[in-house]
Protein backbone atom coordinates (compact mmCIF):
# COMPACT_ATOMS: atom_id res chain seq x y z
CA UNK A 1 0.00 0.00 0.00
CA UNK A 2 1.20 3.73 -0.91
CA UNK A 3 0.65 4.96 2.61
CA UNK A 4 -1.52 8.33 2.98
CA UNK A 5 -1.27 10.63 0.39
CA UNK A 6 -1.22 14.29 0.84
CA UNK A 7 -1.19 16.90 -2.51
CA UNK A 8 0.41 18.68 -2.95
CA UNK A 9 3.54 18.88 -0.74
CA UNK A 10 4.60 22.79 -0.91
CA UNK A 11 1.84 25.22 -1.13
CA UNK A 12 2.45 29.15 -0.96
CA UNK A 13 -0.29 31.97 -1.63
CA UNK A 14 -1.02 35.42 -0.72
CA UNK A 15 -3.37 36.60 1.41
CA UNK A 16 -7.03 36.09 0.61
CA UNK A 17 -6.80 33.21 -1.48
CA UNK A 18 -8.46 30.34 -1.37
CA UNK A 19 -6.46 27.05 -0.47
CA UNK A 20 -7.61 23.13 -1.14
CA UNK A 21 -5.44 20.88 0.84
CA UNK A 22 -5.71 17.03 -0.25
CA UNK A 23 -5.78 13.57 1.06
CA UNK A 24 -5.88 9.83 0.07
CA UNK A 25 -6.23 7.91 2.97
CA UNK A 26 -4.66 4.43 3.45
CA UNK A 27 -7.69 1.72 1.84
CA UNK A 28 -10.00 0.62 4.13
CA UNK A 29 -9.21 2.73 6.89
CA UNK A 30 -12.14 3.70 8.70
CA UNK A 31 -11.17 7.14 10.54
CA UNK A 32 -9.51 10.01 8.97
CA UNK A 33 -7.87 13.03 10.95
CA UNK A 34 -6.49 16.73 9.67
CA UNK A 35 -3.68 18.19 12.10
CA UNK A 36 -2.40 21.38 11.48
CA UNK A 37 1.30 21.68 13.18
CA UNK A 38 2.98 25.11 13.71
CA UNK A 39 6.11 25.54 16.19
CA UNK A 40 4.37 27.75 18.72
CA UNK A 41 1.27 25.21 19.07
CA UNK A 42 2.78 21.68 18.08
CA UNK A 43 0.42 19.11 16.65
CA UNK A 44 -3.33 20.41 16.74
CA UNK A 45 -6.24 18.21 15.82
CA UNK A 46 -8.39 19.94 13.51
CA UNK A 47 -11.43 17.67 12.57
CA UNK A 48 -11.63 13.79 11.64
CA UNK A 49 -13.82 11.55 10.18
CA UNK A 50 -15.55 8.70 10.68
CA UNK A 51 -16.71 6.59 7.55
CA UNK A 52 -17.09 9.91 5.57
CA UNK A 53 -18.59 11.35 8.46
CA UNK A 54 -17.43 14.51 10.19
CA UNK A 55 -17.58 13.70 14.26
CA UNK A 56 -15.79 16.44 15.43
CA UNK A 57 -14.54 19.77 14.06
CA UNK A 58 -14.12 21.63 17.42
CA UNK A 59 -10.86 21.80 16.20
CA UNK A 60 -11.52 24.33 13.20
CA UNK A 61 -10.36 27.29 13.90
CA UNK A 62 -12.08 30.00 12.09
CA UNK A 63 -15.60 29.21 9.51
CA UNK A 64 -12.81 30.43 7.10
CA UNK A 65 -11.70 26.67 6.97
CA UNK A 66 -13.67 23.73 5.95
CA UNK A 67 -13.23 19.92 5.45
CA UNK A 68 -15.07 17.46 3.15
CA UNK A 69 -14.89 13.85 2.50
CA UNK A 70 -17.05 12.86 -0.26
CA UNK A 71 -16.10 8.81 -0.74
CA UNK A 72 -13.59 6.77 1.79
CA UNK A 73 -10.71 7.59 -0.46
CA UNK A 74 -10.46 11.53 -0.39
CA UNK A 75 -10.71 14.63 1.69
CA UNK A 76 -10.22 17.82 1.10
CA UNK A 77 -9.33 20.51 3.75
CA UNK A 78 -9.97 24.00 2.52
CA UNK A 79 -8.72 27.56 3.90
CA UNK A 80 -10.91 30.40 2.20
CA UNK A 81 -9.87 33.20 2.60
CA UNK A 82 -6.17 32.55 3.59
CA UNK A 83 -4.45 33.87 6.02
CA UNK A 84 -0.62 34.48 7.11
CA UNK A 85 -1.38 32.88 10.39
CA UNK A 86 -2.27 29.70 8.82
CA UNK A 87 0.73 29.44 7.54
CA UNK A 88 1.34 25.89 9.10
CA UNK A 89 2.40 22.16 8.05
CA UNK A 90 -1.05 20.37 7.77
CA UNK A 91 -1.18 16.61 7.90
CA UNK A 92 -3.83 14.02 7.33
CA UNK A 93 -4.17 10.60 9.17
CA UNK A 94 -5.60 7.28 8.80
CA UNK A 95 -6.46 4.72 11.11
CA UNK A 96 -8.00 1.06 10.76
CA UNK A 97 -8.88 0.62 14.07
CA UNK A 98 -12.80 0.30 15.51
CA UNK A 99 -11.55 3.11 18.29
CA UNK A 100 -9.55 6.35 18.07
CA UNK A 101 -6.88 5.81 20.59
CA UNK A 102 -4.97 3.04 18.04
CA UNK A 103 -2.12 3.66 15.48
CA UNK A 104 -2.17 6.42 13.13
CA UNK A 105 -0.44 6.49 9.72
CA UNK A 106 0.39 9.52 8.60
CA UNK A 107 0.74 11.07 5.30
CA UNK A 108 3.63 13.68 4.92
CA UNK A 109 2.09 16.59 5.10
CA UNK A 110 1.24 19.92 3.03
CA UNK A 111 3.82 23.05 3.99
CA UNK A 112 1.77 26.15 3.73
CA UNK A 113 3.35 29.31 3.41
CA UNK A 114 0.58 32.15 3.06
CA UNK A 115 2.20 35.33 2.22
CA UNK B 1 -5.03 21.23 25.17
CA UNK B 2 -1.82 19.74 25.70
CA UNK B 3 -2.50 16.16 27.29
CA UNK B 4 1.62 15.00 26.51
CA UNK B 5 4.60 16.80 27.41
CA UNK B 6 7.86 15.98 26.27
CA UNK B 7 11.22 16.80 28.31
CA UNK B 8 13.70 17.54 27.30
CA UNK B 9 12.21 19.78 24.56
CA UNK B 10 16.04 18.91 22.93
CA UNK B 11 18.88 16.54 23.49
CA UNK B 12 22.38 15.96 21.79
CA UNK B 13 24.10 13.14 22.31
CA UNK B 14 26.96 10.79 20.44
CA UNK B 15 26.40 8.21 18.15
CA UNK B 16 26.50 4.97 20.44
CA UNK B 17 25.17 6.16 23.54
CA UNK B 18 21.34 6.02 24.50
CA UNK B 19 19.00 8.47 24.50
CA UNK B 20 16.28 8.75 27.20
CA UNK B 21 13.11 11.03 26.41
CA UNK B 22 10.34 11.93 28.91
CA UNK B 23 6.68 12.17 28.33
CA UNK B 24 4.41 13.27 31.28
CA UNK B 25 0.65 13.55 30.93
CA UNK B 26 -2.32 15.06 32.77
CA UNK B 27 -5.28 12.72 33.03
CA UNK B 28 -5.82 9.13 32.94
CA UNK B 29 -5.44 7.22 29.87
CA UNK B 30 -6.32 4.06 28.05
CA UNK B 31 -2.94 4.01 25.83
CA UNK B 32 0.17 5.88 25.35
CA UNK B 33 2.21 6.12 22.60
CA UNK B 34 5.35 7.46 20.65
CA UNK B 35 5.96 8.83 17.10
CA UNK B 36 8.89 9.80 15.50
CA UNK B 37 9.08 12.62 12.71
CA UNK B 38 12.23 13.00 10.83
CA UNK B 39 12.74 16.68 9.04
CA UNK B 40 9.98 17.46 6.19
CA UNK B 41 7.99 14.10 7.07
CA UNK B 42 5.28 13.33 8.88
CA UNK B 43 5.02 11.35 11.65
CA UNK B 44 5.51 7.68 12.04
CA UNK B 45 4.18 5.21 15.00
CA UNK B 46 6.75 3.53 17.04
CA UNK B 47 4.91 1.76 20.11
CA UNK B 48 2.02 1.35 21.81
CA UNK B 49 1.83 1.16 25.59
CA UNK B 50 -1.43 0.10 27.53
CA UNK B 51 -2.33 1.11 30.47
CA UNK B 52 -2.28 -2.23 31.80
CA UNK B 53 1.74 -2.53 31.43
CA UNK B 54 3.96 -1.46 32.96
CA UNK B 55 7.11 -1.92 30.10
CA UNK B 56 7.35 -2.59 26.74
CA UNK B 57 10.55 -3.56 23.84
CA UNK B 58 10.97 -3.19 20.23
CA UNK B 59 14.06 -3.21 18.59
CA UNK B 60 16.17 -0.42 20.38
CA UNK B 61 13.38 1.15 22.26
CA UNK B 62 12.15 0.06 25.59
CA UNK B 63 9.07 2.63 26.62
CA UNK B 64 7.87 2.20 30.66
CA UNK B 65 4.65 3.74 31.44
CA UNK B 66 3.80 4.79 35.00
CA UNK B 67 0.13 5.95 35.20
CA UNK B 68 1.01 6.25 39.43
CA UNK B 69 3.33 9.24 38.12
CA UNK B 70 1.43 9.88 35.07
CA UNK B 71 4.25 9.79 32.87
CA UNK B 72 6.07 8.00 30.56
CA UNK B 73 9.82 7.30 29.13
CA UNK B 74 10.92 6.70 25.51
CA UNK B 75 15.03 4.69 25.94
CA UNK B 76 16.63 4.52 22.18
CA UNK B 77 19.71 2.31 23.02
CA UNK B 78 23.25 2.36 21.18
CA UNK B 79 21.87 5.43 19.17
CA UNK B 80 22.52 5.90 15.63
CA UNK B 81 22.98 9.19 13.05
CA UNK B 82 19.47 7.86 11.32
CA UNK B 83 17.95 8.50 14.80
CA UNK B 84 18.26 12.21 14.43
CA UNK B 85 14.34 13.09 14.39
CA UNK B 86 11.54 14.71 16.75
CA UNK B 87 10.00 12.48 19.20
CA UNK B 88 6.17 12.84 20.24
CA UNK B 89 4.23 10.68 23.20
CA UNK B 90 0.51 10.99 21.82
CA UNK B 91 -2.45 9.93 24.53
CA UNK B 92 -5.87 9.58 24.71
CA UNK B 93 -8.15 10.63 27.59
CA UNK B 94 -9.89 7.28 29.85
CA UNK B 95 -13.28 8.61 29.52
CA UNK B 96 -14.54 7.54 25.99
CA UNK B 97 -13.52 7.22 22.61
CA UNK B 98 -11.81 10.00 22.27
CA UNK B 99 -8.73 11.13 19.68
CA UNK B 100 -5.26 10.99 20.49
CA UNK B 101 -3.38 14.58 21.38
CA UNK B 102 0.05 14.65 21.12
CA UNK B 103 3.12 16.54 22.76
CA UNK B 104 5.02 19.03 21.15
CA UNK B 105 8.11 16.65 21.31
CA UNK B 106 11.63 15.85 21.72
CA UNK B 107 14.48 16.71 19.22
CA UNK B 108 16.72 14.46 19.46
CA UNK B 109 20.18 15.33 17.47
CA UNK B 110 22.83 12.06 17.00
CA UNK B 111 26.29 13.10 16.10
CA UNK B 112 28.04 10.85 14.25
Known amino acids: DAGVIQSPRHEVTEMGQEVTLRCKPISGHDYLFWYRQTMMRGLELLIYFNNNVPIDDSGMPEDRFSAKMPNASFSTLKIQPSEPRDSAVYFC?????????????FGSGTQLSVL | SQQGEEDPQALSIQEGENATMNCSYKTSINNLQWYRQNSGRGLVHLILIRSNEREKHSGRLRVTLDTSKKSSSLLITASRAADTASYFCATDVDSGNTPLVFGKGTRLSVIA
Open chain 1, 93 to 105: ASSSFRTLNEKLF
